[in-house]
């Protein structure tokens, strides 16, 4: 299986970072395969610039580090999406990206062009927030349903953790962690069914 992670933090080893790890390294453990980290803090990644370009071919014109990841999108049989949560939303880097996704958009829905036609593969969201707010994911979970299904990847649900905020605090909450490996088993249970 080949899994891309798409790290959405701007910070290094981040709570969400180390979460998504453990989805990832979980799933690995009954589907081998491989796995890619997609680091978009540091990326030159520019916002859409709605020119509509890509109407016609399905390719962004602008030319960036972005090209790269519409290549390993394309080759992932899973995406997982791991971003924290700022406003209630997920971060810049990670809704640039996303929102660069407009050409795939172009190419399924105005060019009827899929990406990997006849195969199933499979996205999911690894979100971590420092507060407790009700609705704290909702913004996240539609922006990620609505990207995955650009993709003509089917939409494997949300692995949400509330309340770590410094760096790497989510290593001190072991129910945590094992909530990212149950995740990530059932998950992988999806494969085999």
Same mark, same amino acid.
């Given at each position: ?9 701007? /910070? ?8 998504? #790890? ?5 799933? !690995? ?13 540091? #990326? ?19 030319? %960036? ?9 394309? %080759? ?10 700022? &406003?209630?939303? *997920? ?5 640039? &990206?996303?929102?660069?996704?407009? $050409? /795939? ?10 990406? @990997?036609?006849?195969?199933? @593969? @499979?996205?999911? !969201?690894?979100?971590? $927030? ?16 609505? &990207? &995955?299904?650009? !993709? %003509? ?5 949300? *692995?949400?953790? /509330? ?14 962690? #094992? ?5 990530? @088993?059932? !998950?992988? #249970?999806?494969?085999?069914?």
């Amino acid at each position: 299986m080949n899994i891309l992670v798409v790290l959405g933090s701007p /910070r290094k080893n981040g709570n969400s970072e180390i979460a998504a #790890q453990q989805v990832a390294e979980t799933i !690995l453990e009954t589907h081998p395969g491989s796995v890619e980290y997609l680091r978009l803090s540091g #990326q030159k990644i520019s916002p859409c610039i709605a020119c509509g370009g890509c109407s016609e071919t399905g390719q962004c014109v602008i030319k %960036d580090d972005m090209g790269a990841g519409y290549q390993s999108l394309d %080759d992932a049989d899973l995406v997982i999406l791991a971003a924290p949560i700022y &406003f209630y939303g *997920l971060s810049a880097q990670a809704k640039a &990206f996303i929102d660069r996704c407009q $050409a /795939r958009w172009s190419r399924k829905y105005l060019l009827k062009k899929q990406i @990997r036609p006849g195969e199933t @593969r @499979r996205g999911c !969201l690894v979100c971590t $927030a420092a507060t407790q707010g009700k609705k704290l994911f909702d913004g996240a979970i539609l922006v990620a349903k609505s &990207f &995955f299904d650009t !993709l %003509d990847i089917e939409y494997g649900g949300e *692995l949400l953790i /509330r309340g770590v905020d410094e760096k790497g605090a989510i290593l001190g909450h072991s129910e945590k962690l #094992q909530q990212a490996k149950e995740f990530a @088993r059932h !998950l992988a #249970q999806t494969y085999d069914s």
